[in-house]
């Protein structure tokens, strides 16, 4: 190979694999959240589950990016991890589309589907059809890679140590490992088995060189979902093993054919001159066949995978930073976004209400204690808040459906409103330091008032639920807060002129006055901010 055949190879890898990315970002931002309700309502049945992973894979062409999205819907707990074995077993099955296409020679109407493509995503105003345009220019772009790979490769059918080196493969082993390190240093089994067929087309490899090395590509595949589960849970951890255990217990059984039966024999008398569409078949056979054997199986390995791995404790404090492990990159990544953030909104809300309980019992009961805990938890608070911020920043700058940048924005106002709300009842407990300080008492009318206060609080806090997401739910939600800040409101106006009147008469002491003037304006701008959530929550 010359230089300049080397500089085309790696250039075709790279377009091989950014078409791949382009038709997997297509797709994440023409369904978006709506990936969670599809797999939600298709994967309660493992067949199902396993035509709706082979639909997606045939799509973007990359069963990497299927298994590391189900890997992180288990890992959000999107997906349970019976529902996740027949979308991993489909996903291998999706994978073959590529090497039947390349078999077809898909490749010589390449740049008019990648014309087309651009065309799509560029020149028409809508974004649906702008989705659909991406995809199918990442196809065609993935194929001139293709063309470009196969064309770079032909001098090597005429380079004798290389070609001494691919007959080694003909060995089960060193195949089978050959396949699975360079599928791994890839990280993409469409693009490795890309690259075994443009060998093939180019004269160089059989069909009886190729085939270990191409089970052992199943196995390499492996990697990309392992990578993406090192900081994931438990379940999570589980698929990616039962990925890596489809494809190993595949590559057994078929090699343990190949060795005692005429099956590569078969094949090739099947396609005569054809390496490409050989391999592209063997590769079909490979993964259905793997699929009908293991599918009824699918309890057995989810059994398996939870033996090996068996569940552990949990690290105490995990879940405030667990929004790092959100690939905003990947596909199906805003559904698992979003469910991360509901579940971090959910927890952080959590804190903000309890803080408000104990804010009024540290006043009240003049409790050292729980003013020591709302101190605690306030920082907890503002490590949500800023975590949260952090995220949504980060997944804002990438493209994605209106409707679910409308959401993330949603979920930063409601995050807002739950740290300020966290700062009143930090504000509030902070209140006892000057009284115990100053020796002060609450006279017995203002703590009336105060409990008073504490009930519309407390109801006003109780009434949000970022579980059910019901339109009337949500809208009755609102009226029931909006309520109970309008009476808020008006009971702070009365207790304020009842507090001038107290004040006025000496029932009361002037420090004491301003004091509880300061509590009284952060109890209404607590409630404002509660309404704040209901409505946010209700758009």
Do not use: W
Request: net charge negative; hydrophobic share 45%; with cysteine.
């Amino acid at each position: 190979m010359q230089l300049e055949d080397i500089f085309m190879l790696f250039g075709g890898l790279a377009l091989f694999l950014y078409g791949m990315t382009l038709m997997s970002t297509g797709l994440e931002v023409a369904a978006g959240d709506r990936l969670k309700s599809i797999l939600e309502r298709l994967t309660s049945n493992r067949l199902l589950g396993m035509l709706v992973g082979a639909g997606i894979t045939a799509v973007i062409q990359s069963s990497s990016a299927t298994t590391v999205m189900v890997v992180g819907f288990v890992n959000a707990e999107l997906m349970t991890l019976q529902q996740a074995v027949g979308v991993i077993m489909g996903a291998n099955i999706g994978t073959t589309v590529t090497g039947l296409l390349i078999a077809l020679d898909i490749g010589l109407i390449a740049p008019l589907i990648a014309f087309v493509g651009v065309i799509m995503a560029t020149m028409i105003k809508n974004q649906k059809a702008n989705c659909i345009g991406q995809i199918v220019a990442g196809l065609g772009i993935l194929f001139i890679g293709m063309d470009l790979m196969s064309s770079s490769m032909a001098p090597l059918r005429d380079y004798e140590p290389f070609v001494q080196l691919l007959t080694k493969f003909s060995n089960p082993l060193l195949g089978i490992l050959a396949g699975t390190l360079f599928t791994a240093l890839v990280q993409s089994s469409s693009a490795s088995i890309g690259i075994l067929q443009a060998l093939a087309i180019s004269g160089v490899v059989g069909l009886d060189n190729a085939v270990f090395v191409l089970f052992g590509q199943n196995i390499g595949t492996c990697i990309t979902a392992f990578l993406a589960s090192l900081g994931a849970n438990r379940n999570a951890k589980r698929a990616t093993l039962i990925h890596l255990m489809f494809n190993v217990i595949g590559t057994c059984i078929f090699t343990t054919i190949c060795l005692l039966t005429p099956f590569v024999s078969v094949i090739q008398n099947a396609l005569p001159g054809a390496v490409d569409a050989q391999i592209a078949t063997t590769h079909i056979i490979f993964n259905v066949v793997t699929t009908l054997i293991l599918l009824p199986l699918g309890g057995v390995l989810a059994n398996v995978a939870c033996r090996i791995l068996p569940d552990r404790p949990q690290p105490q404090g995990e879940g405030v930073f667990s929004l790092s492990l959100v690939d905003e990159h990947g596909m199906g990544s805003t559904a698992i976004a979003l469910q991360e953030l509901h579940k971090q909104l959910t927890a952080m809300f959590a804190l903000a209400r309890e803080n408000v309980e104990l804010s009024f019992d540290a006043l009240l009961d003049r409790n050292e204690e729980k003013f020591k805990r709302v101190a605690e938890q306030e920082e907890e608070i503002d490590l949500y808040n800023a975590e949260i911020t952090r995220c949504v920043g980060r997944l804002s700058t990438h493209e994605m459906a209106p409707a679910d940048s409308d959401r993330f924005s949603r979920m930063l106002i409601i995050c807002g409103n739950i740290e300020r709300i966290g700062d009143h009842a930090m504000n509030m407990a902070e209140y006892l330091l000057p009284l115990e300080k100053r020796h002060l008492k609450l006279d017995e009318d203002t703590t009336k008032e105060l409990l008073n206060l504490r009930t519309l609080a407390t109801h006003a806090l109780m009434a949000i639920d970022f579980e059910d997401d019901k339109p009337s739910h949500r809208q009755r939600t609102q009226d029931t807060v909006s309520l109970l800040e309008v009476d808020s409101d008006e009971k702070n106006r009365q207790y304020r002129a009842a507090q001038i009147e107290r004040m006025k008469h000496g029932h009361t002491d002037p420090e004491v006055s301003i004091l509880y003037s300061e509590i009284l304006t952060d109890i209404e701008r607590l409630l404002d901010h509660t309404l704040n959530i209901a409505e946010a929550l209700n758009k």
